[in-house]
């Protein structure tokens, strides 16, 4: 590694914020669900506010405070809040552990586990606003599935780190003060689900993870960001508003998600992939096209005879991190207009979920672009 003295010294400075956790012994897990306070003594001129912990670098621990990649997650909702002491100077704390994995292991026992109680926990008329601690890998699916499926005008904030707990210049306490900051924050109201990492604030609609290792890795180059923190204050760019194209689903009495695959094209895309999706039980297929959801002329006639076959929704993205796949009136596959194949996934689940039928699914996708 080579850095420039300039570089060392500012990292330096940066560090001084937030002491490295030492390595701590893996908490007993606590009882999955079960609600926890953090603080003894609550303070009842303070805002309170319910942290969710699925897991994730946050809450992991490498073997020395330069491990960044290889580590491992294990630490609890507890002694995530104990890095942060000043977390209890703003709000009061209680938390749930749902989940302890890395965020490529978020299922959908989980998603809708954290829906539900998140629901209603901001029913409560004492509670701010809530935290999920969570992988960055998955984070954008599960803010947008938050997004989709909470519907209340308190926040819900989207939190994760990039460096593990244990780790130099460690990211997730700041992260996690942020978080908690946001979700007591007046200002947060009526703004849906939020992704806060590395000062900046996001929208669950748009924002994406852009870098696979780096702290600056989640943004929303189109859409832009809703706001920043100076000082650990968050500013806002704009008033509440929705972003065009937003529904909200009722899961109240939902437990299982219908199934859906993501394929990602290349040259030469295989076109088996289509029917052995569909054998294995995916009751809806999004592909991550190149270009504007493009695939192989054999993989696309696959996928128009499985479709001809089935009537399985289909769904076409891209691959590319960032663009728009166009209104195609002509086609069998419904386009995803603006959502990234993870995000068209979440959408067309739900939409699954609740008995959409086609033309419902294409007219939904529809509301979030411009059409002709
Ligand atoms: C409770 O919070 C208020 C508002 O921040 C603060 O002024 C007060 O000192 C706190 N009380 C205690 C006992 O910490
Ligand atoms: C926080 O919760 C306590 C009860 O646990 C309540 O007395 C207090 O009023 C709440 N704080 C706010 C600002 O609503
Ligand atoms: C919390 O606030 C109290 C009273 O203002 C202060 O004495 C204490 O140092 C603060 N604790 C932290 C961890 O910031
Ligand atoms: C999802 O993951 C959790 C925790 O790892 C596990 O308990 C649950 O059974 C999984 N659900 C499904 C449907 O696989
Ligand atoms: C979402 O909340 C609004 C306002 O409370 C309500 O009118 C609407 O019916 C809710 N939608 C769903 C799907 O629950
Ligand atoms: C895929 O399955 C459909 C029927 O479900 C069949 O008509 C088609 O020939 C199969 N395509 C491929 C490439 O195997
Ligand atoms: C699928 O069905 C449409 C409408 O009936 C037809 O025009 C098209 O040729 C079929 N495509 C394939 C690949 O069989």
């Known amino acids: 590694m080579k850095f420039s003295s300039v570089h060392v010294l500012s990292t330096f400075t940066a560090l001084t914020l937030a002491t490295p956790i030492e390595l701590v012994a893996r908490q007993e897990v606590h009882h999955l669900f079960e609600r926890q306070d953090i603080q003894t003594a609550i303070n009842a001129s303070l805002p309170n506010v319910t942290i969710f912990a699925t897991g994730g670098t946050i809450a992991s621990q490498g073997s020395s405070n330069t491990q960044t990649v290889g580590y491992q997650v294990g630490l609890g909702v507890q002694q995530l809040v104990d890095a942060v002491p000043e977390i209890l100077n703003i709000s009061n704390i209680a938390g749930y552990q749902i989940s302890n994995v890395g965020s490529g292991s978020i299922n959908e026992t989980i998603s809708l586990k954290l829906s539900h109680m998140i629901k209603e ?24 599935f938050m997004e989709l499926s909470v519907n209340s005008s308190k926040p819900v904030v989207c939190v994760g780190a990039m460096r593990p707990a244990t780790a130099l210049s460690a990211d997730g306490p700041l992260n996690l003060l942020q978080a908690v900051t946001l979700a007591a924050s007046p200002n947060a109201m009526d703004r849906g689900t939020m992704i806060t990492l590395n000062d900046r604030i996001g929208s669950a609609f748009y924002t994406t993870k852009n870098n696979a290792n780096s702290l ?7 859409a832009g960001q809703l706001g920043v923190f100076i000082n650990q204050i968050p500013y806002f760019y704009y008033a509440p508003a929705d972003p065009i194209g937003l529904v909200h689903f009722d899961l109240t009495d939902i437990s299982d998600l219908a199934q859906v695959d993501i394929l990602y094209a290349h040259q030469d895309m295989d076109p088996a992939l ?5 054998a294995a039980g995916a009751q809806g297929i999004v592909f991550a096209g190149v270009g504007a959801g493009g695939m192989s002329s054999k993989a696309s006639l696959a996928a128009e005879e499985l479709f001809n076959a089935t009537g399985i929704p289909i769904v076409a993205s891209h691959r590319s991190a960032d663009g728009f796949v166009p209104a195609d009136d002509e086609d069998f596959a419904i386009v995803s207009g603006f959502y990234n194949p993870q995000k068209a996934r979440v959408l067309l689940q739900m939409a699954l979920t609740i008995g959409y039928e086609y033309e419902e699914i294409k007219e939904l996708f529809a509301k979030s672009y411009p059409m002709p």
Do not use: C, Q, R, Y
């Not at 926990?121 to 947008?144: M, P, R, S």
């Open 274 to 278: 289509f029917n052995a999706s569909a």
């Open 216 to 222: 600056d890795t989640f943004f929303s180059t189109e």
């Open 121 to 144: 926990e901001l029913a409560k008329e004492e509670i701010a606003g809530v935290v999920i601690t969570h992988g960055t890998d998955t984070l954008e699916e599960t803010a947008f």
